[in-house]
């Protein structure tokens, strides 16, 4: 297993500060220690609209120069475009799409091989059924330019933020009805904690499919300073032979963080704990 940082604490979503440019980021995040980065696609890092071709040969020779990996990558879903695959908006729908097949070059252009899906989230007037559809046909869309790319696509349960795809259970049965290979799982503690969860059962459940793992502890906090378990995950994922990243996607949420403090403790706890 080795560890890696997911960049929203450095960027700008989804409250708009802390906001440091990547050239302080990756040389930072490297410095720590860590194996690998997962890049948020938002400004100031890496927006697919605003990151030019010159830009896209930079990030990947920053990366090179730093001796990190960047790991994966994910869109910045809400706000005001919305992003939603699951939105009534048939408009909405097709540039979160557009997005989503934005975001996969991009992460394949710097040399990542993962794209993590927020399956969206049911608005108000439509059924469950209808926005699961929507979004499982935009996963479907996502799921053939990624293959093209050599890009895997992680379904996310996103139990805190969103009501579309909140459980394992939920997970599991979107990938088995897009049923494409290169659509892999991941899970989040931050949400199983929300779910009162057990977050061992996830892996479980994944079992080989699972090639992901977001770590955080409640209210966003590095593993460790909540109210989560880590020590018998940890456990579990070595009894297995998970072979991923543990990415820490923490501190986020929130103006009063120190993202390189964070960062800092959260590495020690886990590097001590593996």
Not at 104 to 119: P, Q, R
Not at 155 to 163: F, G, R, V, Y
Not at 237 to 263: C, H, Q, S, W
Request: with cysteine; charged share 20%.
């Amino acid at each position: 297993m080795k560890i890696a940082f997911n960049t929203w604490a450095y960027s700008s979503f989804p409250v708009w500060v802390p906001a440091y440019p990547l050239d302080y980021v990756v040389p930072t995040l490297a410095g720590i220690g860590y194996d690998g980065i997962e890049l948020g696609a938002a400004s100031p890092h890496a927006y697919p609209d605003f990151t030019s071709a010159q830009r896209r040969r930079e990030i990947r020779q920053l990366f090179e120069h730093n001796n990190i990996a960047l790991v994966s990558m994910l869109p910045a879903p809400g706000g005001g475009p919305g992003f939603n695959v699951a939105s009534p908006i048939p408009e909405e729908r097709a540039g979160a799409i557009e997005q989503y097949k934005k975001v996969v070059t991009l992460c394949a252009e710097l040399g990542g091989k993962i794209v993590i899906y927020v399956a969206g989230w049911q608005v108000f007037g439509t059924t469950r059924e209808q926005a699961w559809g929507w979004s499982r046909a935009a996963l479907e869309d996502v799921a053939r330019s990624a293959e093209t790319n050599g890009i895997t696509i992680c379904i996310e349960p996103t139990s805190a933020d969103s009501n579309l795809v909140d459980s394992a259970d939920d997970a599991l049965k979107l990938q088995s009805e897009v049923s494409a290979p290169n659509i892999k799982l991941m899970f989040d503690t931050y949400h199983t904690i929300y779910r009162n969860e057990v977050a061992t059962d996830y892996v479980h459940r994944f079992g080989k499919d699972l090639v992901h793992i977001h770590l955080a502890d409640s209210n966003r906090l590095p593993p460790g300073e909540g109210t989560g378990s880590f020590p018998t995950l940890i456990g579990t994922l070595k009894k297995t032979g998970f072979e991923g990243y543990l990415t820490m996607e923490i501190g986020f949420n929130r103006r009063d963080v120190d993202p390189d403090a964070f960062a800092k403790r959260a590495y020690d706890y886990i590097k001590d704990l593996l």
